[in-house]
């Protein structure tokens, strides 16, 4: 058998050098690594031994013998612990260049290209309350509905009333539609025995607008009073505009499944970003940070320096809030997406905001992009915004052929980002700057936007 530096159950004190991207401290013992939850980079901590793995372990602080000047001490043990704001003990200006270092990090371990400008990231005045957007299970404790989040890598519901990152607003209206739940006697969902009804609640309310949608998402499609409950929701919540049952039958930790049943009002809502309105449904996706996600847009306009006669690709176009924001400064928007129902947003979005250059398709971006280079179309900016797994080869390779003027990617992964950008590099494009866009503070959740010229 290996031999290890530490054992399971150790006991013994240990220096903080560093932070992983997922914000655990890191201490090296002869070269090993373990992974400390809520230790931080230059603490010392009497730590012990919880797995002793292959290549790292992990162990729990049992003391602090020296603080970081960056800890915040008011932090909420649960919202570590669960990963709800795995950064919250860490003062927010630590935080930023935390962000700020991943980039840079990956930048010169993955792509290869120390010298790139990493800008410093753009944070918000108050870093809190800010999610527009909550996705909270539901399970059954002492013979009550509980919400609240799972301990780290585990599904041990841990009860939370304040969410700390999520509208106020919200949070409260999480506890009054369980109280309406629970005075119906709707059961809760049990992960283990796959039984019982109430997977999870899902609440969305516009930042502008202040609509909201609250969907619960069941595990059977028949719902005894849906309908009056939906009801009992929008009277005792007056900014509720649609209470929408998601049917998810599967063993799963995909939180929507594939049907939807309205209970109750218009099935989405709207809301306002730069200026524009947006049709929201339940299964599209919009950015969950309203202020910042219009702070990350307009750096992302910035660096594209659009003229009237351009031609623009908004590849990963979601409910079109890049092309339809910018569609009144360029001659014509193409945008693609693979969710049906966000690209009939987009096809919404585009006529409530009276904008009729805008061509929005369903598609996968890698087969579309290859088509549109093969049909000729000759876009003078592409704008991506990929979900975390980056861009697909066949969508580069596409998008190289077309030969645009300039690349603006818009990136929630900078491992991926910097992956991206050197086969970008490969092929004649080089990256300019990186502006890192704090949309998830308190979360080691990086975004970023990179220009690129040919
Ligand atoms: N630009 C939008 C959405 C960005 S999120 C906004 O800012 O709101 C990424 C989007 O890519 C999601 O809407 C997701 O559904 C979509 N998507 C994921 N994989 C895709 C693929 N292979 N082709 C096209 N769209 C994809």
Redesign the pocket.
């Known amino acids: 058998m290996k031999e290890y530096p530490v054992k399971k159950n150790q006991e013994l004190t240990v220096t903080v050098t560093d932070l992983s991207h997922e914000g655990m401290g890191i201490a090296k013992v002869d070269n090993y690594l373990l992974f400390i939850e809520n230790a931080l980079p230059q603490e010392v901590v009497k730590i012990k031994v919880l797995k002793v793995g292959n290549k790292f372990g992990f162990a729990k602080v049992l003391s602090y013998e020296e603080k970081s000047s960056a800890r915040v001490e008011t932090a909420n043990e649960d919202l570590l612990r669960t990963g709800i704001a795995p950064l919250s003990h860490l003062q927010y200006e630590s935080q930023l260049l935390f962000k700020q270092e991943q980039v840079a990090n990956n930048m010169r371990k993955i792509a290869g290209m120390p010298d790139v400008p990493v800008l410093p990231a753009i944070g918000m005045a108050k870093p809190e309350h800010y999610r527009n957007k909550a996705q909270i299970p539901v399970r059954k404790i002492d013979g009550k509905l509980a919400t609240g989040f799972y301990r780290k890598n585990s599904h041990d519901m841990i009860p939370i009333d304040d969410f700390y990152i999520q509208d106020e607003v919200i949070d409260k209206a999480i506890i009054k539609v369980r109280e309406i739940l629970e005075r119906f006697g709707v059961k809760a969902y049990n992960e283990t025995a796959h039984e019982g009804f109430l997977r999870h609640i899902v609440i969305r309310r516009g930042h502008y607008s202040h609509e909201m949608m609250v969907v619960l998402v069941t595990r059977k499609a028949k719902f005894f009073k849906g309908e009056t409950i939906a009801s009992v929701i929008a009277e005792e919540l007056p900014e509720v505009v649609s209470v929408i049952q998601n049917i998810n039958e599967e063993r799963t930790n995909v939180i929507l499944g594939n049907q939807e049943v309205v209970l109750y009002g218009k099935g989405y809502i709207e809301d306002r970003l730069l200026g524009k309105t947006f049709r929201i449904s339940a299964p599209?996706?919009?950015?969950v940070n309203t202020q910042q996600?219009e702070v990350l847009y307009e750096t992302a306009f910035d660096f594209a320096q659009l003229k009237p006669e351009d031609v623009v690709i908004?590849?990963?176009?979601?409910?079109g809030?890049?092309g339809l924001s910018v569609a009144d400064r360029v001659d014509h928007v193409y945008g693609?997406?693979?969710?049906p129902e966000?690209v009939a947003d987009a096809k919404i979005n585009a006529e409530i905001n009276g904008i009729k250059n805008t061509t929005y398709l369903v598609?996968?971006?890698?087969k579309v992009m290859t088509q549109w280079a093969r049909e000729g179309l000759k876009p003078d900016v592409i704008f991506v915004?990929?979900?975390r797994k980056g861009l697909?080869a066949r969508f580069i390779e596409a998008a190289v052929t077309v030969a645009p003027k300039r690349i603006v990617y818009?990136s929630c992964n900078p491992a991926t980002l910097a992956r991206d950008l050197k086969l970008f590099g490969e092929q004649g494009y080089t990256t300019k700057k990186i502006q890192p866009v704090d949309l998830f503070p308190q979360t080691y959740h990086v975004e970023a936007v990179a220009l690129l010229e040919k």
């Open positions: 599209s996706f919009y950015q996600a908004d590849a990963y176009s979601g409910i809030t890049i693609v997406e693979s969710i966000a598609g996968k971006a890698e915004d990929p979900p697909d818009v």
